[in-house]
């Protein structure tokens, strides 16, 4: 089997609170990632998910142990080198707010060109129109603000901010919670053909398992910043063993799961 592209191990955020007591928000949470691989991480609110994301993006620092990519050890923040920060990029969960209200989406889509490929402005001209190409979206929208578009064309833009960096791993944090079942499900599809044709490794994070069933070939569970369960998403759905993730199987609409059918 290909070596992981991504391993976590034994991480740990510790939170200080307002009043200054500690509050441990991720616990021993390990896991690896394969190449071309969705794991989904499924959890109630509060549950750690966007804690661990944001960690594996080097966007908050860990408390303890160590995330390693490619087997090298990254650091979080201005630390992280910047080829390393390119190969793990993030979408965000409300798709309007993740993009900056005052740049033209080809600006927003210029910008990690220019960052990590230094490119040409007539390169960066082409790669903007390909890239637009490349999520669905005509090729008008360039010259739109954020605010011109709706939610899922901007989370379209969001996608093709991330797909500008050419990265291994993107991390996807409850990208379709803010949408409509119909757009939901024309996202989902549009992240499925770009891993399909660029073997990218996604991080999917989800309140609830009928996104992730869908999406993802291997499931973990949290609950109250711990990993409780970690699985094929087949296997789990099949044979659940821990009562938290019964019961969040017992959640589903039983409709919407081809696995019910
Ligand atoms: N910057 C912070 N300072 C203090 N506590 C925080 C901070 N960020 C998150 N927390 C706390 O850590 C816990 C985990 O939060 P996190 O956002 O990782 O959960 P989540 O599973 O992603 O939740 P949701 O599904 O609602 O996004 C929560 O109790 C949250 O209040």
């Known amino acids: 089997m290909n070596p992981p592209v991504l391993e976590a191990k034994q991480l740990n955020k510790t939170y200080r609170m307002k009043n200054g007591t500690p509050f441990a928000a991720v616990k021993n949470v390990s896991f690896s990632l394969m190449k071309g ?118 989370q379209r833009v969001g996608i093709a901010r991330a797909l500008a960096a050419e990265p291994s791993i993107i991390v996807c944090d409850e990208p379709t919670s803010a949408l409509d079942m119909t757009i939901q499900s024309q996202i989902l599809d549009l992240l499925k053909e770009l891993q399909q044709r660029r073997g990218i490794s996604y991080l999917f994070i989800a309140h609830g398992l009928e996104v992730i069933y869908s999406i993802s070939q291997r499931v973990m569970v949290m ?3 711990e990993v409780v369960e970690t699985g094929l998403t087949q296997a789990i759905f099949a044979d659940p063993q821990h009562a938290y993730t019964q019961s969040l199987i017992q959640a589903i609409p039983r409709i919407d799961i081809p696995y019910f059918e």
């Open 223 to 225: 609950r109250q910043g």
């Open 37 to 154: 691989e969705t794991l989904g991480i499924v959890g109630e609110s509060g549950s750690g998910k966007t804690t661990v994301a944001k960690m594996i993006a080097g966007m908050i620092p860990v408390t303890s142990g160590d995330i390693a990519m490619d087997g090298k050890l990254l650091s979080a923040g201005a630390k992280r080198p910047l080829a390393a920060k390119r190969h793990i990029q993030y979408i965000f969960q409300d798709p309007v707010s993740s993009l900056n209200p005052r740049l033209k989406v080809w600006d927003i889509l210029a910008e990690p060109l220019k960052l990590y490929f230094k490119l040409p402005q007539q390169e960066v001209d082409s790669r903007v129109d390909q890239l637009l190409r490349d999520v669905g979206l005509p090729n008008h929208y360039k010259l739109s603000y954020p605010r011109e578009l709706s939610g899922g064309q901007c």
